[in-house]
C-alpha cells in the first residue's frame, strides 16, 4: 500500500469516527433537551434522599395521612404531586381515573413495588414479586381456590372453626376480651387450617407476628435488630413448611399412583403444580407465607373496625342485627350457615364495606413507573415510584357525599368504579377478597345472634404501622355475666 492510499484510509477512518461522535452528541443533546421539556408533576422534594418521609410516617403514625399529608398536598398542588418518600422520587396520584390508569396498566406502565424488608421476609417468589406470565400462572392457582365455587365448600369449615373459637377465648367467664389480637388468631387458624389445610401448631402465629415486625424495618441484619429477628423467624416458618410440603408431595404422589383424586384445598393446588413442574419448592413456601400475611391482618382490622362503627351507630347496629336474626330464625338449632346464607346478609357487607371505606386496612401502595409515563399532563419518569391511595377517593366527596360520616346506605346503589378500592384493582386485585367477605359475614352473624357486647373504647386511637394499621386491643365487654345468649 502506497503512503498516499494509507493516508486517504486513514483520513476517511478519521471521518467516520467524528461523524459517529456528532452523531451521538447530537442524540444525546436532543434527549436532553427532551428530558428538560419533560414537566414533572408540581411538589416539594423535601431533604436529600429522606424527603418529606419523616412528614409522611407522622401522619401515618397519627392515622391523619389523609388530613395531614395527602389533603393538604392536594390544596398546594392538584390530585397529582411529586414528593421523595423513603429515598424515591415519588408522584402520588390521587382520584378514580388515577386508580383505574395506575392499577389497570400494571405490567404495562408500571410493576408494583415493595420495600427491600417485605421482599425478604415475604419472599422474592411470592406472588406480589411475580410479573407477567409468572404472575398469572401463580395467580390461577391461588384464584381457583379462593373464587366463590371454591370458597362455597369451605363454609361449614369457617363456621366450625369460628365456633370453636368462640367456644376456647370468648366463652371463658371473662368480662372483657380483646376483639383485635382475638381476631387476629381467628384469621390466622382460617388462612392456615380452612383455606390451605395446614393444622395450626403452638407458636406458629407467634413466629409470623415477629415476622411482621420486620416487614418495614430498615433492612440491616444487626443482630438483635427487628430485621434480623425477623429473618431468623422467616428461617424457622421456611423449615417447618418445607417439611409439610415434602410429606403432602409424598402423600398426594402415593395417592396419584393408586389412581386417587386431587384434593381441592389450597396447599394441593400449589403442591400438585409443583408436581407437574410448574413452580418450585420455594415457590410453594414463599406463597404460604405471603397468603397468611395478605390475610390475617387485614381481616382482622376490617373486623375490628366493623364493630367500632357498629357501636358508635346504634341504629345501623339494630339493622344488622335484625338481618341476622331473620336469618336465624329460618334454620333448625343445629343447622350452620351455609354460602346461600352468606349471600343474604347484604347490609352487613353495607356496613363491613363503609367501616373499609373509613379505615382501609391497607391504605394504598407503591408502584414503580416501568418507561416514562404521561399522566394528567406531567411526566413521571421511569423508575419513579407511584403511590396509590385509598384515601385518595374514600375521602372524596367527589365519590362519597359527606366523605367523614358513617353511612352504610350509600352501597346501596353502585359505587363509581376504582372508586371504592379497599381491595385495590386491576390485575393485582385482592386474590382473597371473597374469603375476607365471607370471614367477616360469618364471624359478624355469630357474635352478634350469640352474645350481648359493647365496646370498652369506642373510640381508641389508631396507630399505623407503617402499611398497615394498627390497633393496640379494641377491648369487648360483655355487660351481662353469662356471654352465651343461645
Ligand atoms: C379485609 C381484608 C383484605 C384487604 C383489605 C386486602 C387488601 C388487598 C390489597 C389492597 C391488595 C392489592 C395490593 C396492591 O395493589 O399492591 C391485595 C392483594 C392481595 N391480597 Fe388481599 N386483602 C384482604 C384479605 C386477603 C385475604 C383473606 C387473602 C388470601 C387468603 C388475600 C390475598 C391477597 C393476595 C394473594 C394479593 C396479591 C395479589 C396479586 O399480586 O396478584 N387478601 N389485598
Redesign the pocket.
Known sequence: MSLSMAIDMFSLSLSVLIAITLALLLANYKSSISKNKKKLPPGQMGLPWIGETIDFIKAQKKNRLYEDFIQARIQKHGKTFKTRLMGYPTVVVNGAEANKFF?SNEFKLVV?SWPSSSVQLMGENS??EKQGDA?RCL?GI?ATS?SSSGLEGLVPRICQTIGTHLEKYWNGGEKVISLYSLTKVLTFTI?LEC?LGIEVKPGMLDLFERVLEGVFATPVNFPGSKFSRAKSARKEIENVLVDIIRRKRKEMEKRKEKGGEEEGILLSRLVGALIRGEISEVEVVDNVV??VF??HD??SF?IAMTFRMLANHPNCCSVLEKEHNDILSCKGPEETLTYEDTKKMNYTWQVARES?RIF???FG?FRKAIDDIEYDGYTIPKGWKVLWTAYGTHYDEEYFEDPLSFNPDRFEDPIQPYAFV???GG???????Q??KL?ILIFVHYVVTRYNWSLVSPDEPITIDPFHSLLKECPLEFPQSCHDTM
Not at 427 to 433: N, Q, W
Request: glycine share 6%; hydrophobic share 55%.
Open positions: 392499577l408494583s406472588i406480589m404472575h395467580r391461588v379462593l388462612v383455606l405471603l397468603l395478605a390475610a387485614t381481616t376490617a373499609m382501609p386496612p391497607i401502595s379497599p381491595f385495590g390485575p393485582r386485585l385482592c386474590a382473597g377478597y374469603l375476607a370471614n
